[in-house]
């Protein structure tokens, strides 16, 4: 059974920072994007980070740049999300998730991610 799970959400105050933790059991995803989205309530899910299968490509929304870094440990096959400077707009629920196809870029659209994780609870206050 494939599982991605993530940790890390908490309450923070704004100007606060949060690392969120993804760790993939059940397969290996060295070979797959992998990337974090968030929902927030009454709104579509959006992506937030997203990085290659090596870990040398990344790509962030416009909101978060300079903001939030992601990156990856094969080695551990979990992906992180350091997000500093954190605003009560990004309040939402967090999830991690792989894409269904392996060395396939970052595509952005979550449908193309095939596993996903519970998502954890990110509430900035201010």
């Known amino acids: 059974q494939v599982l991605l799970q993530e940790s890390g959400g908490a309450l923070v105050q704004a100007g606060g920072s949060l690392r969120l933790s993804c760790a993939a059991s059940?397969?290996?995803?060295?070979?797959?994007?992998m990337g974090w989205f968030r929902q927030a309530p009454g709104k579509e899910r959006e992506v937030v980070a997203l990085?290659?299968?090596?870990?040398?490509?990344?790509h962030y929304a416009d909101s978060v740049k300079g903001r939030f870094t992601i990156s990856r440990d094969n080695a551990k096959n979990s992906i992180y999300l350091q997000m500093n400077s954190l605003k009560p707009e990004d309040t939402a629920v967090y999830y991690c998730?792989?894409?269904?196809?392996?060395?396939?870029?970052?595509?952005?659209?979550?449908?193309?991610?095939?596993?996903w994780g519970q998502g954890t609870q990110v509430t900035v206050s201010s």
């Open positions: 998730a792989a894409d269904r196809t392996p060395r396939a870029g970052m595509p952005e659209a979550p449908s193309n991610y095939g596993y």
């Open positions: 059940g397969r290996t995803f060295s070979n797959y994007a």
């Open positions: 990085i290659n299968w090596s870990g040398r490509d990344t």
